[in-house]
């Protein structure tokens, strides 16, 4: 009876060697393979981070916004005693009072929840300034338009949407910081109010041609606004209270106003 041949040592050797190392397909799939895990990893890894970096930016955010009444009553009281606009002896005597003029603009700024603490007092300061000088009657406005008639502001914010930065006559740097203020012949009457000092980085602040504004004269806070260097007054009814305050002169401003209100300054001219 006749055998087959056994393999000798050597072939059986090499059998199992060629056995256990992968073919040279087998080779290039296995490293396609590992390199599309490498790929899904670090894709994977780039979108957990971005996940939570988006996630922290939103708490930081949050951590920043106004959310309900108290909070934002409180930030406000904290500015305005800060710069000095408080009328009484303390923060708590703020007016809040009901249909004040800051009522309402803490009413307004109320109504966007996720505005920044900065962003907040902005706006809260625009809107003080919009209801102290919209179809406001005084006695300079019974002098000029009659007893009982008062004009209204030609381009009101209320329609003008929630980004000051696009209100008329409201001009923003990069950052939508409030840096210019040019109301120039806006129907605008009433006074001034100090909240306008809340607005730390206002550069311009024009309001000539407003024939019915002038009420109270021309306000003394002025000179705390340092960063004002240009005021604008001509045109206004400012006259009939006495002259501008000198404090409010300075040597870097400029302020144009007619001569009668304006002895202390360096470029009085005459409205033309």
């Not at 396609?32 to 930081?60: E, G, H, M, P, Y």
Request: glycine share 8%; with cysteine.
């Amino acid at each position: 009876m006749q055998h087959d041949q056994l393999p000798s040592v050597e072939e059986v050797k090499k059998n199992i060697l060629d056995a256990k190392s992968p073919s040279p397909l087998k080779m290039l799939g296995k490293s396609i393979f590992l390199k599309i895990v490498a790929s899904t990893l670090i894709v994977a890894t780039i979108v957990s981070l971005s996940v939570a970096i988006i996630v922290l930016q939103n708490k930081d955010c949050r951590s920043e916004a106004i959310l309900d009444a108290s909070g934002m009553e409180g930030v406000i009281r904290n500015a305005v005693a800060q710069k000095g606009i408080v009328g009484g002896t303390s923060s708590a005597d703020y007016p809040f009072s009901d249909r004040s003029i800051q009522q309402r603009a803490l009413s307004k700024v109320m109504k966007e929840t996720t505005l920044t603490k900065e962003m907040s007092i902005q706006r809260y300061a625009l809107w003080t300034f919009f209801f102290a000088t919209e179809h406001v009657g005084t006695p300079v406005t019974n002098k000029i338009f009659g007893l009982g008639t008062v004009p209204t502001w030609k381009d009101s914010w209320t329609n003008d949407g929630p980004d000051p930065c696009l209100w008329n006559g409201v001009r923003c740097n990069s950052t939508g910081t409030v840096v210019e203020l040019n109301l120039s012949d806006s129907g605008i009457t009433g006074t001034l109010p100090p909240e306008l000092k809340l607005l730390d980085s206002l550069t311009s602040l024009d309001l000539s041609k407003n024939i019915g504004l002038g009420h109270g004269g021309v306000p003394i806070w002025l000179k705390d606004m340092d960063s004002l260097q240009f005021i604008d007054l001509r045109g206004c009814t400012f006259s009939d209270n006495g002259t501008a305050p000198i404090e409010v002169c300075g040597s870097t401003r400029f302020f144009y106003a007619e001569c009668p209100i304006c002895s202390c300054c360096n470029l009085c001219q005459n409205f033309v």
